[in-house]
């Protein structure tokens, strides 16, 4: 496992972009497929995105495709969320996670998380 660190989260109005980032307390990700979960009150931890080892495939949850773009610079050893267009709907806590083998819509293919950045859009 790979402990995440997540930064870049915070209070914008709807409508407004935010950029999260991921990156390792020790160890590269250049080898991991990585993804991005959300948490909202009350609710199950839900996929949002993932990208592969290489940042040439990418999958977006429906509820973010067009408004949210996942990449990765390897060389800087960091993973990104650009999120524009912002809805208050998108509120909740965002995890990045990573696995070294498996990459997909499910909690259950990554082994390492972060332990998330809240994001609160207001109406």
């Known amino acids: 496992q790979v402990q995440l660190i997540e930064s870049g989260g915070g209070l914008v109005q709807a409508g407004g972009s935010l950029r999260l980032s991921c990156a390792p307390s020790r160890r590269t990700l250049s080898s991991y497929a990585m993804a991005w979960f959300r948490q909202a009150p009350g609710k199950e931890r839900e996929f949002v995105a993932s990208?592969?080892?290489?940042?040439?495939?990418?999958y977006y949850a429906g509820s973010v495709k067009g408004r949210f773009t996942i990449s990765r610079e390897n060389a800087k050893n960091t993973m990104y969320l650009q999120m524009n267009s912002l809805k208050p709907e998108d509120t909740a806590v965002y995890y990045c996670?990573?696995?070294?083998?498996?990459?997909?819509?499910?909690?259950?293919?990554?082994?390492?998380w972060g332990q998330g950045t809240q994001v609160t859009v207001s109406s």
């Open positions: 990208i592969i080892w290489s940042g040439g495939s990418t």
């Open positions: 996670a990573a696995d070294p083998l498996r990459v997909g819509t499910l909690k259950s293919y990554y082994d390492s």
